[in-house]
């Protein structure tokens, strides 16, 4: 009996290693291993021929409300969260002059109803020196903050405005980081 429980270990240890090197093999084989499956979908692109823009890549949490001649206007693409960002290219003659339009920001913001002006901050971005400046306001009875990013036209000789205006909240910072987001991907054509 013991004999025959040695050849039942022995065809046991002789099947594991069989088992083994083969599975080792096919974990070799690249030619078997299946390339991963890209399930994302390729990144929507935006362009605006009257304004010279192109939104490589438009960020996931957003969506287009507007495209059509010299109106470009995203918003948040959950439903229920508002807002809206809209492009603005000013003419040649409004000339290049960021920190003065920061100040016509500032300016702005104290003018309005219950305007209180949240500051500004300098920033590099993929489009050069870049400006965004905060504010809020009240409209319609509402509290509304309205953050503004200055920069010159990626194909240059004249200023960028992009303007996020959303309900006012106690902390703006991921709305920021979404205007933040969309000046990331600006593009001229």
Not at 47 to 52: H, M
Not at 54 to 66: E, H, I, K
Not at 110 to 116: P, W
């Amino acid at each position: 009996m013991m004999g025959s429980v040695s050849r039942f270990g022995a065809l046991f240890l002789t099947a594991a290693a069989t088992a083994a090197a083969f599975f080792l093999l096919a974990s070799c084989d690249d030619a078997q291993t299946p390339e991963p499956v890209n399930t994302q979908p390729p990144p929507t692109t935006v362009e605006n021929a009257t304004l010279g823009l192109r939104l490589a890549g438009l960020p996931d949490d957003l969506s287009v409300a507007v495209n059509d001649g010299d109106r470009l206007e995203l918003v948040p693409a959950a439903q229920d969260v508002e807002g809206r960002i809209v492009f603005g290219v000013l003419p040649p003659e409004a000339g290049q002059n960021i920190p003065a339009a920061v100040a016509d920001h500032q300016a702005s913001i104290a003018g309005r109803d219950g305007g209180s002006y949240q500051g500004s901050q300098e920033l590099i971005s993929p489009l050069g020196t870049t400006f965004y400046s905060r504010g809020r306001f009240t409209a319609d009875g509402l509290p509304v903050e309205e953050t503004v990013v200055f920069t010159l036209h990626p194909a240059g000789g004249r200023m960028m405005t992009i303007t996020y205006t959303y309900p006012a909240d106690e902390d703006s910072s991921v709305r920021v980081q979404q205007l933040l987001d969309v000046v990331a991907v600006v593009e001229g054509i």
